[in-house]
């Protein structure tokens, strides 16, 4: 089957590509593994050289890069340029504090000197998504790079044309061949590239049905692996807050990237003493939304990705409404041409309904009731997922709370749910394990070496001189 590239506002047919061969794997396999021999003998200093050449370059080519984002993937114009950006400001995070993050880490002990080093695995896999297409691939490329490992990208069908132009890049930066690859494969053909002995480790971000696949297939193997997948991020409001900025923020963080976001928030949840006034003035916000053609720059929804995405939004709204849901905006794709789908609200969605615990993908927000702190966070915990969550107090000890008792991997106070290179990125439960991004993300791919230096036995030089004398007398000649 061919790899097609469909621009999602028109439906058109861009470029479609056969997907590679056994042989042809195996031979960008081989050569990564090839130049991870040579590319751990590069200094610091010029793979960083090599980083930053990589930042300066999309930022001469953001607005061509940010156009490709867009005419694939659908994401607003403006936003695709934010990505870019986002990218190089990566690039060049890795490139400035790799030094500091692989420093060797001195270990006090009695019976010697010790430290800790970190090596680079090898050939690291990286299964990525459509939704940041270049983001995603480049949060784990710029500390993969930098650390020494080498990369194998088998990114998601519907971009290939963002995958080649990835590794376009990489190879004018100046970093070697074979240090960063893209394979345009089918997703059937992960397994066989997880499973070649010259590939040490695979990172995934997607779906929770492929997170559970390569991990079964990793552990099998006794293969590193981390897995950064679905979420359902609560965002809670408090009454101490700024309602105005906490509606404004809930607006933006529902329908960033058209809604299409693993860490976008997906259930408000609200204090049953400013409930009714924030849905209100949140319903009034989506409703505000401008929807149409993602190239546009004053368009804030865009369509989503694949016509395969609209429908299933579809069937959750429908079956959100038969468990007793009330639609407050939206709830309908938008005819015509496109995979268009309208910003929605839902309220009182029983927790007793399956749908309660689904991941919507798509601009579709669903608003909860609660008493009083102890409820939002029984609400917000009662999800099999764990990616992050915002909560909006300006009350500390509220907020402290939060902070201890929230299930998830990252807490944003009075703030909406982001990715930094500063700062570790991932989550528990079914969102997965494992860290990107700072340091905790690029040591997930490193080998933590262990180095220990005996000390000296105490050395007594008449001892050892008495010795050699006696070893050193010859025998008595035998008589003849």
């Given amino acids: 089957m061919a790899i097609a590239s469909i621009n999602p506002a028109t439906g058109n047919s861009l470029r479609t590509f056969e997907p590679l061969g056994e042989e042809a794997i195996r031979g960008k396999i081989a050569l990564a593994a090839q130049s991870f021999k040579s590319y751990g003998d590069i200094s610091l200093e010029h793979r960083a050289l090599w980083m930053r050449r990589l930042a300066a370059i999309m930022e001469a080519e953001v607005e061509e890069l940010a156009a490709l984002i867009t005419t694939e993937m659908g994401k607003p114009l403006a936003t695709a340029r934010q990505e870019i950006q986002k990218c190089a400001s990566c690039c060049r995070y890795f490139a400035e504090n790799a030094s500091e993050m692989l420093a060797e880490e001195p270990i006090e002990i009695?019976?010697?000197d010790s430290y800790l080093r970190w090596d680079p695995l090898g050939?690291?896999?990286?299964?990525?998504?459509?939704?940041?297409?270049?983001?995603?691939?480049?949060?784990?490329?710029?500390?993969?790079?930098?650390?020494?490992?080498?990369?194998?990208?088998?990114?998601s069908s519907n971009v290939p044309q963002c995958a080649l132009a990835i590794e376009a890049l990489v190879r004018r930066a100046g970093f070697p061949r074979g240090t960063f690859q893209t394979l345009l494969i089918e997703s059937k053909q992960v397994e066989m590239v997880l499973a070649d002995e010259r590939v040490a480790a695979v990172t995934l971000t997607g779906s929770e049905p492929a997170g559970r696949a390569v991990a079964a297939q990793a552990g099998q193997l006794i293969k590193k692996s981390v897995l950064e997948l679905g979420g359902s991020d609560p965002f809670i409001v408090m009454p101490s807050t700024n309602l105005d900025q906490a509606v404004a923020t809930a607006v933006k963080a529902r329908t960033i990237n058209n809604g299409q976001s693993c860490i976008a928030a997906k259930r408000f949840i609200v204090h049953e003493e400013i409930y009714d006034?924030?849905?209100?003035?949140?319903?009034?916000?989506?409703?505000?939304?401008?929807?149409g053609d993602p190239m546009l720059e004053d368009t804030q929804?865009?369509?989503?990705?694949?016509?395969?995405?609209?429908?299933?939004?579809?069937?959750?709204?429908?079956?959100?409404?038969?468990?007793?849901?009330?639609?407050?905006?939206?709830?309908?794709?938008?005819?015509?041409?496109?995979?268009?789908?309208?910003?929605?609200?839902?309220a009182d969605v029983p927790r007793s309904a399956s749908v309660y615990r689904d991941e919507f993908f798509g601009p579709v927000a669903m608003l909860f009731r609660a008493k009083d702190v102890s409820e939002a966070i029984e609400i917000a915990n009662d999800t099999p997922f764990g990616l992050a969550a915002s909560v909006w107090t300006r009350d500390y000890l509220e907020q402290q709370h939060f902070v201890r008792t929230l299930e998830c991997g990252g807490v944003f106070l009075n703030a909406m749910v982001s990715s930094d290179p500063r700062l570790p990125f991932g989550g528990i439960k079914r969102s997965g394990y494992g860290r990107e991004l700072a340091a905790m993300g690029m040591k997930e791919f490193l080998n933590a070496k262990t180095v220990m230096i005996a000390k000296p036995e105490p050395f007594d030089r008449s001892e050892f001189s008495r010795a050699l004398d006696e070893a050193l007398i010859l025998p008595p000649p035998t008589r003849q």
């Fill in 277 to 291: 006034e924030f849905e209100r003035r949140f319903v009034a916000g989506m409703e505000a939304l401008k929807i």
């Fill in 123 to 155: 050939v690291i896999l990286a299964v990525m998504p459509w939704n940041f297409p270049f983001w995603q691939v480049f949060r784990f490329l710029a500390p993969a790079l930098m650390a020494g490992n080498v990369g194998l990208l088998k990114h």
């Fill in 110 to 112: 009695e019976s010697g």
């Fill in 301 to 346: 929804i865009g369509p989503l990705a694949t016509p395969s995405l609209v429908d299933e939004l579809e069937k959750q709204v429908e079956a959100a409404v038969l468990a007793g849901g009330r639609i407050l905006t939206g709830g309908k794709r938008i005819t015509g041409v496109g995979n268009f789908f309208g910003p929605t609200v839902i």
